[in-house]
């Protein structure tokens, strides 16, 4: 039988019994659909990171104190006191590479202007945070090395807080209280969105890392919770890394066999991390998905075992007018697979869908492979021809005389 | 011409054993038989005569478990399950007394069936299916399903399809078993002049007498054996008039 016969039968066959057909490939429909939806979420993320990436520059170092270890007791990342006021200047004294460096400290604070109010991160950095990140402001000023020598209590605020304190009117030039001392406002910065870890990068409120010091910190003046660098050259980083490293723990004088307890890393270290959290999940995803198609196909070796005997007597008469063995199970493979591709094309659109759904719902990014759907496309038929066989072989198998008289 | 011309149907102590276990069955206890081309022969005998064995191994649907039996002068004793298949597609027709029409599946197309596997072209299967129903008086059905077809209507498609790739020889198993007399007479009908007008040989099985008696020749099995060979017993009536032209089809 030629091929184009073999599909119409099979399209004809499958059409009897729609209902069937289609719980039969349910398994694989969820399983093609999951692989889809995952794909596609995850190669969104990746763009997501990629993009982040190219917007906070790719000469981008931080340093972070990373867990210490005293007398066995290890603390936990960014909760430690290691990296300090001195170590930064250091860094910047003494790495050349190093372009520019800006410690911040933050803490969560009430922020007060007239009788309205907001819970917001107060950060306390100097003005080559703003060079670092790239981050112009879109009214009014950022502050400027005179504020950090003077301490003077001036700030500069994202857009969340600006709509939150002054909802539509101008903030530049107003005065906020943050722990009831006021602030006055010397600019709005521009909108900066979402950060690659899912938060609200514009409700910040900026202020000088010496005024920071002096009237936030407390005792814990001297400490540094996180620090960005940048080099002039993307090409120096791995450089610039190596060599803050070395100093950091010459400086806090670790032995040989001791960890860091400053994390220097650049950007494209982070990005990887984030890259190996996401493939994780695609593993992840990936089994589940895999899972499901082998239930899948379980399904489709039940049905075509059950169409077996039902069509016990087609396959005697069959064999009566001189259709062979092969005859036989070349037709009822191609039965299995027709039935997993329908299940598999179900499964590419619902995957399709939901990703869609996915991006308008959460404003996740979500990219649709082909490469993926056509993947998927060959697994079901995959999933057909090794879990169609061994069915299409017992019809192959049949006595032909035994057939025939089956009731 | 004779001598040129094989037997459509060559058996030399043909013999089936069904064993399981200890016991031995003889279903057929070593028959020798030859069908001549243009033959109608009816081949009767009570149930466990070793008939229907007989008749499948004619039917190339099993293996005898000895002797010799060549089917239109092919050595056809000792073939392969595909071999088999392929011999029963170009040399065989079958009808059979359920008809076994494929369901839910018109008549042309369960007519194209054989010439399917016989690899025939769309062109050339639809083209002969036609004709072979329009042979069997079913022109204006040609897509009708099964279901829609009367019980004489339906044996008359497994007829042309049992005719359609032209075989050696037509093996009808109880044709008219499931038919009442009126249609059994016209099924009957079209066997004799398919006999007679295009020399198709045909070997029928049946147990009745009527139905035996319109063969040429019948041939009896007991207990796995022949017991007799030869023209219709003189007190069998047959069914039909084999003489009177058929005024049906």
């Known amino acids: 039988m030629n091929p184009l016969t073999l599909l119409r ?18 398994g694989i429909v969820i399983g093609v659909a999951a692989v889809i939806a995952m794909v596609a979420l995850g190669t969104g993320a990746q763009q997501n990171i990629a993009q982040q990436i190219a917007s906070l520059g790719s000469n981008l170092i931080v340093l972070m104190p990373s867990s210490n270890n005293i007398g066995g007791v290890r603390g936990g990342g960014g909760s430690m006191t290691t990296l300090t006021v001195d170590d930064v200047d250091a860094v910047k004294r003494d790495v050349s590479l190093v372009a520019d460096i800006a410690p911040t400290n933050r803490t969560n604070a009430q922020v ?14 100097t003005p080559s945070y703003y060079r670092i990140r790239d981050w112009q402001p879109a009214a009014g000023s950022v502050h400027t090395e005179l504020d950090e020598a003077a301490r003077n209590k001036a700030c500069v605020i994202g857009q969340t807080v600006a709509k939150q304190l002054f909802g539509t009117d101008d903030p530049v030039g107003q005065t906020i209280r943050i722990r009831r001392m006021p602030f006055r406002v010397l600019g709005v910065l521009a909108a900066k969105g979402q950060s690659p870890m899912g938060g609200d990068q514009d409700d910040v409120v900026l202020i000088p890392f010496q005024t ?94 059950v169409s077996v005997t039902e069509r016990t007597r087609e396959i005697g008469i069959r064999m009566a007018v001189g259709a062979k063995s092969r005859d036989i199970l070349v037709q009822f493979l191609v039965e299995a697979v027709v ?57 192959a198998q049949l006595d032909p005389i035994e057939a025939l008289r089956y009731e | 011409m004779d001598a040129v011309v094989p037997p459509v149907i060559e058996a030399r102590d043909l013999t089936k054993i069904y064993a399981s276990g200890d016991a031995r069955v003889v279903a057929l206890g070593g028959v020798t038989l030859q069908v001549q081309r243009g033959e109608f022969v009816a081949v009767v005998g009570a149930s466990g005569s070793g008939k229907s064995t007989f008749m499948n191994l004619i039917g190339l649907l099993d293996r005898p478990t000895g002797g010799q039996l060549f089917l239109d002068g092919v050595d056809a004793a000792r073939l392969q399950p595909d071999q088999r298949a392929t011999l029963r597609n170009r040399k065989l027709g079958f009808v059979f007394q359920g008809f076994n029409l494929l369901r839910r599946t018109s008549a042309l197309e369960n007519v194209e069936l054989p010439m399917l596997y016989a690899g025939l072209g769309a062109g050339e299967r639809h083209r002969r299916a036609v004709a072979a129903l329009q042979a069997v008086g079913l022109g204006n059905r040609l897509d ?14 497994a007829i042309a399809r049992a005719l359609v790739n032209r ?37 029928m099985v049946t147990h009745e007498t009527d139905v035996a008696a319109v063969a040429q020749r ?31 089809a």
């Open chain 1, 9 to 26: 039968l099979s399209l004809r066959v499958l059409a009897r019994n729609k209902a069937r057909g289609l719980l039969t490939v349910l």
């Open chain 1, 112 to 125: 007060v202007a007239g009788d309205a109010n907001w819970s917001t991160s107060v950060t306390g950095t």
């Open chain 1, 212 to 305: 920071y010091r002096q009237r936030i910190a407390g005792p814990q003046k001297d400490n540094v919770q996180f620090t960005y660098a940048s080099t002039a050259q993307a090409d120096d980083t791995p450089f610039a890394v190596e060599e803050i490293r070395a100093m950091l723990r010459q400086r806090h004088k670790l032995r040989e066999d001791q960890e860091d307890d400053v994390a220097v890393r650049n950007l494209q270290d982070m990005a990887n991390a984030s890259r190996e959290v996401a493939d994780s999940m695609t593993l992840l995803l990936g089994s589940i998905a895999g899972v499901s198609l082998l239930v899948g196909g379980i399904g489709i070796m039940n049905t075509m075992l």
């Open chain 1, 339 to 395: 039935l997993a591709l329908i299940g598999g094309a179900i499964g590419v659109f619902l995957g399709w869908a939901a990703a869609e759904l996915l991006s308008d719902t959460t404003g996740w990014t979500t990219v649709f492979d082909p490469k993926a759907a056509a993947l998927a496309f060959l697994v079901s038929a995959g999933v057909g021809v090794f879990f169609g066989f061994w069915p299409a072989r017992r019809a």
């Open chain 2, 144 to 157: 009708h399903l099964p279901n829609q077809l009367s019980g004489g209507q339906q044996q008359r498609v």
């Open chain 2, 167 to 203: 075989p050696a020889l037509l093996l009808a198993d109880e044709p008219t078993g499931n038919l009442d007399s009126a249609t059994s007479r016209e099924i009957l009908r079209l066997f004799v002049d398919l006999n007679q007008d295009q020399g198709i040989t045909v070997v």
């Open chain 2, 218 to 248: 019948v041939v009896q099995f007991r207990d796995g054996h022949v017991v007799h060979d030869g023209p219709p017993p003189a007190d069998w009536q047959p069914a039909i008039d084999r003489d009177a032209r058929g005024e049906a």
